[in-house]
């Protein structure tokens, strides 16, 4: 598959002479190369394994040690339909969608499922049932869930219960106390983020309709009162290419007033325009910057003019995702869906069809998330005694099964101990006889 991966990679990818738009004096090449070397400071470990051998295998040369990263730290998601992950839940049993969700993505967001509209159409009437499944589906796995969104600012009645839309003043205030004091329970200890209310840059919906300026920040105050765990995000489009400064304001505004931001969300809908590597690198270092607030790309897409390129979609997906990921302030990336039958832009979709079937674009992720952002590989010993030896190697952190082969790659042992790694470590491996 690793094959198949990087072949399908190398095609669609690495030839493309249209590919995104690198900062002024320097090559794609070199951008290549600073970039990766910065993915390896940010994101790897130095890990070294001393491994203790009994008598019987001390006689053997040129052993190595196999490594497999089989769970990667750094989250990589996607939104999620909860209905159709509830529905694998309920049968015991993954269909497409939920398999290549599975297979390709280590944290999630309900597209809409959590937005205030669709959780209660009516007052105090909950539709917590595809909601409460998915949970489970995506806690059986260990993902990690960001909550989107408590509240949305922009004026439109979609966005919000029509029993909510027509309230005003004294009315309006109660109630987001009512959502904030039944969802934020609701979901307490179950999800990691909340948006907290969304697209504040393009909306003031709910300073208009209580008649209170300081409502945002008060949003913040509250929910941190009612949950103090999940991390509390600012969350607007058009801030990575356009609007960088208006946004970085618009959060010190914030922050002076007193809403306790601690993430800042960058959702990241791109194209058709070539993504501009330099300026999307230089709106992160602004943000980071001025804030060092943790940052995540919180609904990634691309989509060209030209519906059907997922060659072009491939190549920026694969820039965009290797800067955000070489960036020390970014805490994750997460795709806007994957699926073109549960996707606000089909085009956009890294996969397509009943039967969830990889585009150009795709592959070219797929091979990011199992391969280009994984340590899988076998090591020599860099020392050896009578009975020791010793390995040294930088990986990605994460979770890690060991275990030792000969020299034709054959197991000789595996260690039954899965080891996390979070940052320069040592490790002591006795073989069990």
Request: aromatic fraction near 14%; include cysteine.
């Amino acid at each position: 598959m690793k094959q198949v991966l990087s072949a399908l990679l190398f095609l669609s990818v690495v030839s493309l002479a249209w590919s995104s738009i690198f900062p002024e004096g320097e090559t794609e090449e070199q951008w290549n190369q600073r970039i990766q070397a910065k993915i390896d400071k940010n994101r790897k470990s130095n890990v070294q394994v001393k491994v203790t051998l009994p008598e019987h295998l001390q006689g053997l040369k040129n052993l190595k040690l196999q490594v497999n990263n089989t769970k990667a730290s750094f989250p990589l998601g996607t939104a999620l339909v909860a209905d159709r992950i509830s529905e694998c839940w309920n049968n015991g049993g993954d269909n497409a969608y939920c398999s290549f969700a599975r297979e390709n993505f280590n944290f999630a967001v309900t597209e809409n499922a959590m937005k205030w509209r669709l959780w209660e159409p009516e007052y105090d009437n909950f539709n917590s049932y595809g909601v409460e499944n998915m949970l489970k589906w995506l806690e059986a796995k260990g993902w990690g869930v960001r909550a989107h969104c408590l509240f949305w600012d922009v004026d439109d009645n979609l966005n919000f219960p029509d029993w909510v839309y027509g309230l005003r003043g004294q009315e309006m205030i109660d109630a987001i106390h009512h959502r904030i004091d039944t969802a934020v329970p609701y979901f307490k200890g179950r999800v990691q983020h909340w948006d907290v209310n969304n697209e504040m840059l393009h909306g003031n919906f709910f300073a208009e309709t209580t008649y209170d300026p300081d409502i945002r920040v008060k949003m913040f105050q509250w929910l941190e009162q009612q949950d103090s765990q999940p991390s509390r995000f600012v969350n607007d489009y058009d801030v990575v290419l356009y609007e960088t400064d208006e946004y970085i304001n618009h959060i010190r505004d914030l922050l002076n007033k007193g809403a306790s931001i601690n993430g800042i969300g960058f959702q990241s809908h791109l194209g058709p325009d070539q993504i501009d590597l330099g300026k999307a690198e230089d709106a992160f270092n602004k943000m980071w910057n001025e804030f060092h607030l943790p940052m995540w790309i919180t609904e990634f897409d691309w989509q060209g003019s030209h519906g059907g390129d997922h060659a072009q979609h491939a190549s920026e997906l694969v820039n965009f995702y290797n800067l955000a990921m070489s960036h020390e302030g970014m805490g994750g990336i997460m795709m806007w869906g994957f699926w073109d039958q549960a996707h606000w832009r089909p085009d956009a979709a890294i996969a397509y069809g009943d039967d969830v079937t990889p585009n150009e674009a795709g592959y070219a992720y797929m091979d990011l998330y199992q391969n280009s952002y994984r340590t899988n590989d076998a090591f020599s010993a860099s020392m050896r005694t009578a009975n020791e030896l010793e390995f040294n190697f930088r990986g990605f952190r994460g979770e890690y099964e060991l275990s030792l082969v000969n020299e034709h790659g054959r197991s000789v042992h595996k260690f039954d101990e899965t080891f996390t790694i979070e940052e320069d470590v040592e490790i002591q491996c006795n073989v069990e006889i």
